[in-house]
């Protein structure tokens, strides 16, 4: 399967997940309070770090590695099922010093219960790499799409009763059982009792998964030390708020990055060696992941609060003010996020590993000097810590490939220019008596969203003649 085929059918999936998100947070948002949402994000903080070492970087060897034989994919298995085990007999035992550091006793059964998806995920982790490593995405995303849509119907029917933060976690536990039942069903490989460690196998992937997972664990820190902090100095409303600002942040990351990055890793790593191929694959890919991402995130910092009057409700007024800043850094992390593939299929975990190493150093610092002031000044901060990790990292990773960033920022300077001519078009339409004559935020969020949308997409076609070309090629003939 090419990059187009694979791209699309995790987009496919990715397109469905975020439905599911979408419902998760307009929905879900008005019948769960912020404070049991501030418990979910308590517990995902502990989540994520277990998710992070549960495969300690072996699915993407897997993928990564130009040959492999069965005696390691067994042995990845085995050590996966056992980190898994030990991972929620961890968090079962450490679940009330977690709720305790917290100030929230509910926390505890919420990591009680949460902590079954470790063992289960985990038997299923080297069946979904195998099937990654084959680009067959059709099937992984077909499974992925119906795991996800009975999650949801997990989660509405128990928020409907009232069972509070509880139906985000059962949405977790049916998601991950029913995803591993149909993993193991398509995947024609089986583990061996026989041959349950292989070492000398292990220890050809040791250089890279080590440094891959030392890079998630440093990863984990940049991406949940701002909960650990506001959780811990700041009212359980206020988490609630910032992440809920922090989900609708992640979207693009989730919804382009990702389908971006999941799909180019098997084929970077196909042509690891050849820079040209990967250069120009991985231009194209930012170039696009920019046109759509820039205009989104840049809209919704200007209209956050219609945006999340409109969407969530007024009592989440504190999410607006916080998107005005997490908006923008969703563009830088767009970009950033997409850089890992690159130093992986290169195989050089190392060098990621050393600029994860920068970026948590800003990011941390952002926060503990934010935290002495207010959510929003917190936000800020992060916005200008992830502006300087970003060029650092983006030369290093051009210069591995035999690029310039200058090169790249130049082919993507047309979208910055395009999207500055929508901004512009929105202040000054804003301004209008008519404009300011709209009541309902309902139809003033809609006619700015189509005028803003209509602008850009003018421009773009008038500007970008890629996008002209393909859109006579498509539409004249």
């Given at each position: 399967?090419?990059l187009i085929?694979?791209?699309?059918?995790v987009?496919?999936?990715?397109f469905?997940?975020v439905?599911?998100?979408?419902?998760?947070i307009?929905?879900?948002?008005?019948?769960?309070p912020p404070s049991e949402?501030?418990?979910m994000?308590?517990?995902?903080?502990v989540?994520?770090?277990?998710l992070l070492?549960r495969?300690?970087g072996?699915?993407?060897?897997?993928?990564?590695?130009k040959?492999?034989?069965?005696?390691?994919?067994?042995s990845i298995?085995?050590?996966?099922?056992?980190?898994?085990?030990?991972?929620a007999?961890a968090?079962?035992f450490?679940?009330?010093?977690?709720?305790?550091?917290?100030?929230?006793p509910k926390?505890i059964?919420?990591l009680l219960l949460?902590?079954l998806?470790f063992p289960?995920?985990?038997?299923?982790?080297?069946?979904?790499?195998?099937l990654?490593r084959?680009?067959?995405?059709?099937?992984?995303?077909?499974i992925?799409?119906?795991?996800?849509?009975i999650g949801?119907?997990?989660a509405?029917?128990?928020a409907?009763?009232g069972y509070?933060?509880?139906?985000l976690?059962i949405?977790?536990?049916?998601?991950?059982?029913?995803?591993?039942?149909?993993f193991?069903?398509?995947?024609?490989?089986?583990?061996?009792?026989?041959m349950?460690?292989k070492?000398?196998g292990?220890k050809q992937?040791v250089g890279?998964s080590v440094?891959?997972?030392?890079f998630n664990?440093v990863?984990?820190f940049s991406r949940n030390t701002?909960?650990?902090?506001i959780?811990r100095?700041?009212?359980s409303?206020?988490?609630g708020?910032y992440s809920?600002?922090?989900?609708v942040?992640?979207?693009?990351l989730?919804?382009l990055?990702?389908?971006?990055?999941r799909?180019?890793?098997?084929?970077?790593?196909h042509?690891q060696?050849d820079n040209?191929?990967?250069r120009?694959?991985y231009?194209?890919c930012v170039?696009s992941i920019?046109y759509?991402?820039v205009?989104?995130?840049?809209?919704?910092?200007?209209?956050?609060?219609?945006?999340?009057s409109?969407?969530?409700?007024n009592?989440?007024?504190?999410?607006?003010?916080?998107l005005?800043?997490?908006?923008?850094?969703?563009?830088?992390?767009?970009?950033l996020?997409s850089?890992?593939t690159v130093?992986i299929?290169?195989g050089?975990t190392?060098?990621?590993l050393k600029l994860?190493?920068?970026?948590?150093?800003?990011?941390?610092l952002?926060?503990?000097?934010?935290?002495?002031?207010?959510?929003?000044?917190f936000?800020?901060l992060?916005?200008i810590?992830?502006v300087?990790?970003f060029?650092p990292?983006?030369?290093?990773?051009m210069?591995l490939?035999?690029?310039s960033?200058?090169?790249?920022?130049?082919k993507?300077?047309?979208?910055?220019?395009?999207?500055f001519g929508?901004l512009?078009f929105l202040?000054?339409i804003?301004?209008l008596?008519?404009?300011n004559?709209?009541?309902?935020q309902?139809?003033?969020?809609i006619?700015m969203i189509?005028?803003?949308g209509?602008f850009?997409?003018?421009?773009?076609v008038?500007l970008?003649?890629?996008?002209?070309?393909?859109?006579?090629a498509r539409?004249v003939n």
């Open positions: 399967m090419n085929n694979s791209a699309k059918w987009a496919f999936s990715q469905f997940k439905i599911v998100q979408l419902v998760n307009v929905y879900l948002a008005r019948l769960i949402y501030g418990i994000a308590m517990a995902l903080v989540i994520n770090f277990g070492i495969d300690l072996t699915a993407a060897a897997i993928i990564q590695r040959e492999i034989d069965d005696g390691i994919i067994n298995f085995w050590l996966n099922l056992f980190m898994g085990l030990f991972i007999v968090i079962i450490a679940s009330p010093l977690i709720a305790s550091f917290f100030h929230t926390l059964y919420v949460i902590s998806i289960i995920s985990s038997s299923s982790a080297a069946h979904l790499a195998l990654e084959a680009s067959k995405f059709r099937v992984i995303s077909l992925e799409i119906f795991s996800a849509l949801l119907i997990s509405l029917i128990l409907y009763q509070g933060v509880y139906s976690v949405q977790t536990i049916v998601l991950n059982v029913i995803s591993t039942i149909l193991w069903k398509i995947s024609k490989w089986r583990p061996q009792l026989s349950m460690f070492f000398s292990l992937i890279f440094n891959l997972s030392l664990f990863n984990y701002d909960s650990f902090i959780g100095f700041m009212p409303s206020v988490l708020a809920l600002a922090y989900r942040m992640l979207f693009p989730q919804s990055t990702f389908v971006v990055s799909s180019l890793l098997p084929i970077l790593s042509h060696n040209a191929i990967i120009k694959t231009s194209n170039f920019l759509l991402v205009p989104l995130m840049s809209g919704l910092a200007y209209l956050s609060s219609p945006f999340v409109v969407i969530f409700g009592q989440w007024t504190l999410t607006a003010e916080i005005k800043w997490l908006a923008p850094t969703a563009i830088i992390q767009a970009v996020s850089t890992g130093f299929a290169k050089r190392d060098l990621l994860g190493i920068l970026g948590t150093f800003l990011y941390v952002s926060f503990l000097i934010g935290v002495n002031f207010d959510i929003v000044t936000s800020k992060y916005f810590a992830n300087l990790n060029f990292a983006m030369i290093l990773m210069r490939i035999e690029g960033l200058f090169t790249l920022l130049n993507c300077f047309v979208i910055f220019f395009i999207n929508m512009a202040y000054f804003d301004g008596d008519f404009i004559a709209i009541n309902e309902v139809v003033y969020l006619l189509s005028l803003g209509g850009y997409v003018l421009s773009s008038l970008i003649g890629k996008l002209r070309r393909f859109l006579l539409f």
